[in-house]
């Protein structure tokens, strides 16, 4: 990445706050779908933090994936059980709440003054920078063929396992003499077609 | 720009993508909760990749394959919560005790 430092302080600055306040809205959103738009972008953000790390095909993967297929198949859940009810208020539930956040506030300031605290090993070798796609490919097969067979075979096995879990066990069948159920009909049915040209018939105005 | 700065902001991901998953009543806000954690996993590889072993790139290899696991997860996640959503007919995660003595 050959910007000016300024500019990359200041583009961090701005994609991390996207990141962290967006990220805070899907968790603290009482609307799940403005949860799920905002997931799309805690996804797009972290891509471009991917970019400021010289890593344009891992960024390109992030949107392809995650924006373009996990995010979609979100919403497409919450479209299929989206059930308009108010969960049952639980006692002593903001008791949870604030044990939860004083966890992770904990955990946060753990994990801040390790990082702050270790002396990083900083390599000073130039980055590989657009050569990336060309690494990436020599070590997928190369020394790491295996895992990389191994996801193939797991994504053939998630792809199987998911269809078997969201089918219907069974399909009520449906007596040849009963009226069609209500929900199976379109509302811009199409009607009977008229020949075209032909002037239609009396009565039928 | 400094590793730790990745860094700091992959901890803050981390930790409310915890918060979420613990405190969320409905089962997609898990789901979206679980993403939250695996990027902020992925985060830490491609920093730890551009700074400590910017010839190698071994970090990014393992985000690639982050990203299909997190793929695959997640469209078994969702076919599961379609599954007990037809079966139990709500997606309060207070009521899915099933395996819960």
Redesign the interface.
Known sequence: MNLA?GV??VS?GIL?LM??GA??G??LLSN?VH??FL?GM??AS?SG??I????G??AA??IL??VG??NI??L???M??N?Q?D??P?PNAWL??LA??A???G??AL??TM??GTT????T????GDG?VV??GM??FSD?LL?FEL?SV??LI??V???I??R?EFIPDEQPGDPQPEGLKLPERPRDLVAVGSAPPDGDA | ?Q???????A??????????L????????V???I??ML?AV??NL??F??????????G??F???V??????????G??????I??NR????M?QFNLLKW
């Not at chain 1, 400021?52 to 890593?55: G, I, P, S, V, W």
């Open positions: 430092e990359q302080i961090f991390s990141v962290i990220a805070l899907v968790v799940i949860s799920a997931l805690v996804f972290i933090l991917y400021l790390l010289n890593a095909f891992v993967a992030q994936v995650y297929a996990v198949l979100i497409f859940g919450i299929l059980v059930k009810q969960f049952v639980l949870g709440k939860t956040a966890v992770c506030g955990l946060f994990l801040s990082v702050l990083w090993a900083i390599s070798e130039a980055a590989a990336s690494l990436i070590h997928l790491f895992p996801a797991l994504l998630a792809l396992g998911a269809i879990l969201a219907r | 720009m590793l730790e700065y990745f860094l700091i902001v901890a803050a991901l981390f930790c409310v993508g915890i918060y979420g613990v405190t969320s009543r409905n089962v997609i806000r789901l979206m909760s993403e939250l990027n992925n985060i491609m920093a990749s551009n700074y400590l072993d910017p010839q190698d790139i071994k990014q290899v985000s690639v394959f990203i299909t696991i997190a793929a695959a997860e997640a469209a078994v969702l076919a599961i919560v379609l599954s959503y037809r007919d709500t997606v309060d207070e």
